[in-house]
């Protein structure tokens, strides 16, 4: 019976967007196939100290698979008990199954069987990211700080992920979730955008972005990321997307959450940027985003990433402008940050 629920599982998976681009997801052919047993001897028995983090939806272990290149794994274990979890699960492999990027998080395999006692097991088996979340290099105080180069590098591979989602998949692909918990570091820092478990699927897509869509799971974001318009009951589109990109932008360059205690009596996180562009954006940047090193290299150097800032400041409000129609596209934004961190490198300042 096992056989068969995972034999599910990977028909689900099998199917392929026609556009995909790239090709990091494995085919069919080469899914492996898990047991629970399997999952809970990799992780420890899923052992809390092999827990690198949870969600609304589950838990996520780090474990150790022999079979897998580097050993090393993710297993995110969905919490069926909690309403939605179910369709997270089916959501994600709906995702997974239509999108193969390098900067989305490698699915390695799912699992959709009964744990020891008999109960409901799902699973999703992924690549595992050696430098954790986003999240928790903004808000870390035993970490390095990122650097601004750092900081374009990870706008960039975001961008180039949903950039991928909403022009190259059919049909595009709304994430819905996106913030700095659900973008994964690599070895080299580079960024994966994780969690598909609110992704919606576009049927129709027009010029003006009013768009129809089919919602595998009901809520549309998280708190401080949703785009404005969700709020008063517009369809999900991908502009949705764009704000929140914006959003994680200028949490990136302030290190302040979006729910942060001084966003309050209509001040959020976009007017609080807003209010302080361009005159006084120094005051309220993340002051680790220019170390010392920087300075060593001279007035140049300096003026040039202050260049930088500038234009990714004003990025991220023009991404998390109230309107959506006055947002810019996917698209416009990959191509507008790669070309702010072209000028970032021709600088050549050593990080």
Same mark, same amino acid.
């Given at each position: 019976?096992?056989?068969?629920?995972?034999?599910?599982?990977?028909?689900?998976?099998?199917?392929?967007?026609?556009?995909?681009?790239?090709?990091?997801?494995?085919?069919?052919?080469?899914?492996?196939? =898990?047991?629970?047993?399997?999952?809970?001897?990799?992780?420890?028995?899923?052992?809390?100290?092999?827990?690198?983090?949870?969600?609304?939806?589950?838990?996520?272990?780090?474990?150790?698979?022999?079979?897998?290149?580097?050993?090393?794994?993710?297993?995110?274990? =969905?919490?069926?008990?909690?309403?939605?979890?179910?369709?997270?699960?089916?959501?994600?492999?709906?995702?997974?199954?239509?999108?193969?990027?390098?900067?989305?998080?490698?699915?390695?395999?799912?699992?959709?069987?009964?744990?020891?006692?008999?109960?409901?097991?799902?699973?999703?088996?992924?690549?595992?990211?050696?430098?954790?979340?986003?999240?928790?290099?903004?808000?870390?105080?035993?970490?390095?700080?990122?650097?601004?180069?750092?900081?374009?590098?990870?706008?960039?591979?975001?961008?180039?992920?949903?950039?991928?989602?909403?022009?190259?998949?059919?049909?595009?692909?709304?994430?819905?979730?996106?913030?700095?918990?659900?973008?994964?570091?690599?070895?080299?820092?580079?960024?994966?955008?994780?969690?598909?478990?609110?992704?919606?699927?576009?049927?129709?897509?027009?010029?003006?972005?009013?768009?129809?869509?089919?919602?595998?799971?009901?809520?549309?974001?998280?708190?401080?990321?949703?785009?404005?318009?969700?709020?008063?009951?517009?369809?999900?589109?991908?502009?949705?997307?764009?704000?929140?990109?914006?959003?994680?932008?200028?949490?990136?360059?302030?290190?302040?959450?979006?729910?942060?205690?001084?966003?309050?009596?209509?001040?959020?996180?976009?007017? =609080?940027?807003?209010?302080? =562009?361009?005159?006084?954006?120094?005051?309220?940047?993340?002051?680790?985003?220019?170390?010392?090193?920087?300075?060593?290299?001279?007035?140049?150097?300096?003026?040039?990433?202050?260049?930088?800032?500038?234009?990714?400041?004003?990025?991220?409000?023009?991404?998390?402008?109230?309107?959506?129609?006055?947002?810019?596209?996917?698209?416009?934004?990959?191509?507008?940050?790669?070309?702010?961190?072209?000028?970032?490198?021709?600088?050549?300042?050593?990080?």
């Amino acid at each position: 019976m096992e056989q068969y629920v995972q034999g599910n599982i990977f028909i689900l998976l099998k199917r392929r967007s026609k556009r995909s681009k790239q090709s990091d997801q494995p085919s069919y052919t080469e899914m492996k196939s =898990f047991s629970y047993a399997d999952l809970a001897k990799a992780t420890n028995g899923f052992s809390p100290d092999n827990l690198v983090g949870s969600g609304a939806y589950g838990s996520v272990y780090k474990g150790v698979l022999e079979c897998e290149t580097n050993g090393m794994i993710a297993v995110k274990v =969905f919490n069926l008990d909690q309403l939605g979890a179910p369709k997270s699960f089916v959501a994600e492999c709906e995702a997974f199954r239509n999108t193969r990027h390098h900067n989305l998080v490698r699915v390695i395999s799912a699992c959709s069987t009964w744990d020891n006692k008999g109960n409901d097991f799902k699973a999703l088996i992924i690549e595992y990211m050696a430098n954790g979340t986003l999240e928790s290099w903004i808000y870390s105080e035993t970490r390095r700080p990122l650097s601004l180069g750092s900081r374009l590098t990870i706008a960039v591979d975001i961008a180039a992920a949903l950039d991928y989602l909403h022009d190259s998949c059919v049909p595009p692909i709304v994430h819905c979730d996106l913030k700095p918990s659900n973008v994964l570091l690599d070895d080299a820092m580079g960024a994966r955008l994780s969690d598909f478990g609110l992704a919606k699927f576009l049927q129709s897509h027009n010029s003006s972005n009013t768009i129809t869509c089919t919602s595998l799971a009901g809520p549309r974001g998280s708190i401080g990321y949703i785009a404005p318009e969700y709020g008063i009951g517009n369809m999900i589109s991908t502009a949705g997307d764009v704000y929140s990109y914006g959003i994680v932008i200028l949490e990136m360059l302030t290190g302040k959450w979006p729910t942060d205690v001084l966003f309050k009596n209509g001040l959020s996180l976009q007017k =609080f940027v807003g209010n302080a =562009f361009p005159e006084k954006i120094c005051e309220i940047l993340d002051p680790n985003i220019i170390g010392d090193e920087v300075v060593d290299h001279g007035n140049h150097a300096m003026v040039g990433m202050l260049s930088c800032i500038m234009q990714l400041v004003q990025l991220g409000l023009s991404c998390s402008t109230e309107t959506p129609k006055d947002r810019p596209t996917m698209p416009d934004v990959y191509a507008e940050v790669s070309a702010i961190k072209r000028e970032y490198s021709a600088l050549r300042v050593k990080e």
